[in-house]
């Protein structure tokens, strides 16, 4: 299955272009023009004034299953960089964030969603505060250009497993499913990089597995010299540890790209009487300084609520309510809390949002101008409408969403308290209606 490793040499060509070059069987050693010899990671670390930085590092690349939404993806990220930490007492790794974009729910008209860099969404030096991480084109030009030695695809065991005989394994197997990498005439394997589309594998094989994120870590620091290894379909990897001090370290880690939270913040100023300083909602621009103690921080004067839509209604699932039984417990719960204000994030399709509109015309939303949706992209979008529903006093979200998970979390963050936080709405005939699981952090 896997390719032969062909060598590859780059150099910077004219303005900075990285020119690959093949040298078919010849090693290292034959010097590139007047002996200067450049390999993967050299350039890069010129580059970068930083010599040495990134000589000797390995990488590590990762994707996720294409039908995934933004919220899961932020998921397999923590399980992924549990992975680096333990490939870290071993050896100089660094994450190479996958660039975000052609995702199901990112459907906004004219604009272009495709290699968005991570700093787009999230602040890059927060999250260089738990684990080396390089943006994708920094991988390119310190590793000698767009090569990935070795894709690892990830799957389950064909067999299955017996029950009550749970075991974590991993092991190279036939692919199961058709690869959707193909090689070209050079024996390259083409496929979906991230929109990179001069991106090449150089070698592909997949790897059954069973178990927690680090089960990896033997395979990359023995089986494969390669100095890049990607892998696909990491949403098959499970946490380390759910919950643990790592996982909150990760989650904690992951801040959003400050222009974002301005623009949250100036719309809850704006528009929801809700500031920091009035509403104890104190943030440290540093994440590892920042521990709240539960219940102290009160949140901005309105009720927050996340109404998961489409594809949420259309499966016809019985934990989602209808428009109208919605809003009966939003009124329920301002009355409750003596909230006259309600924000509301929604995926939900225009005729609902009217309807919506109709049902609740006190209604505040985020709505951004076509500016602003080019701007910040539908996953900054996204975001903006989770900080400001993490910043309410009281917030009610949709059942099994990652967008409410991710919510929660995130006041968890801002010390808020947890009966204001781990709620859900009920579908209409829903008989009984649990409400979501408290996640203390471990700090
Ligand atoms: N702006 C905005 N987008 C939303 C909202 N709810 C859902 N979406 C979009 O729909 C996607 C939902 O997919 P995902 O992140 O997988 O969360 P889940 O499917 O609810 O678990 C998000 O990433 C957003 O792009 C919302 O309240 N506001
Ligand atoms: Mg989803």
């Not at 092991?171 to 990179?196: A, N, T, V």
Request: hydrophobic content about 40%; proline content about 5%; charged content about 25%.
């Amino acid at each position: 299955m896997a390719a032969q490793s062909p060598r590859i040499r780059v150099r910077p060509g004219p303005r900075g272009l990285l020119l690959p070059l093949l040298l078919s069987a010849a090693a290292w050693p034959l010097g590139w023009a007047q002996g200067d010899e450049f390999r993967p990671g050299q350039w890069g670390a010129a580059a970068e004034g930083a010599a040495g930085a990134a000589r000797g590092r390995r990488y590590l690349l990762y994707d996720v299953n294409p039908p995934e939404g933004f919220n899961l993806r932020r998921d397999v990220y923590i399980r992924v960089a549990s992975l680096v930490k333990t490939l870290l007492r071993s050896e100089e790794w660094v994450l190479v964030l996958p660039p975000w974009g052609r995702l199901y729910h990112w459907q906004s008209p004219d604009i272009h969603q495709v290699r968005i860099p991570w700093a787009e969404f999230f602040d890059l030096p927060s999250l260089a505060r738990n684990i080396p991480v390089i943006e994708y084109e920094q991988f390119m030009a310190e590793s000698g250009g767009p090569f990935i030695e070795q894709v690892y695809v990830l799957q389950s065991y064909a067999e299955g497993w017996k029950e009550g005989t749970w075991e974590e394994k991993i092991d190279q197997r036939p692919c199961i499913d058709q690869l959707l990498y193909s090689r070209d005439k050079h024996e390259y394997y083409r496929g979906w990089f991230w929109g990179y589309e001069e991106t090449r594998g150089l070698s592909v094989s997949c790897l059954s597995v069973q178990g927690s994120a680090s089960i990896v870590a033997p395979v990359l620091l023995k089986n494969t010299s390669a100095r890049s290894v990607m892998l696909d379909r990491a949403e098959n990897l499970l946490h380390d540890h759910y919950g643990g001090k790592e996982y909150w370290d990760t989650r904690r880690s992951m801040v959003f790209a400050k222009h974002l939270r301005v623009v949250g913040d100036d719309f809850r100023s704006k528009y929801l009487n809700s500031t920091d300083a009035a509403d104890k909602t104190i943030y440290h621009e540093d994440w590892t300084k920042m521990k709240v103690k539960l219940g102290t921080s009160l949140g901005g004067p309105y009720l927050a609520v996340h109404l998961r839509r489409k594809d949420f209604v259309w499966g016809h699932r019985e934990d989602v309510p209808s428009l109208q039984g919605a809003v009966k417990t939003i009124r329920s719960l301002m009355e409750t809390h003596k909230l006259d204000r309600v924000f509301v994030a929604t995926d939900a399709v225009r005729k609902e949002c009217e309807e919506l509109k109709k049902l609740l015309p006190e209604m505040v939303r985020f709505e951004p101008t076509w500016e602003e949706l080019e701007l910040y992209k539908d996953g900054g979008i996204a975001i903006i409408d989770q900080w400001i529903c993490a910043h309410a006093r009281v917030f009610i979200g949709t059942s099994v969403s990652t967008f409410s998970f991710r919510i929660h979390e995130e006041r968890e963050i801002l010390g808020l308290d947890p009966k204001t936080t781990y709620n859900r709405f009920c579908g209409d005939q829903e008989q009984q209606c649990e409400q979501p699981t408290h996640w203390k952090i471990a700090y």
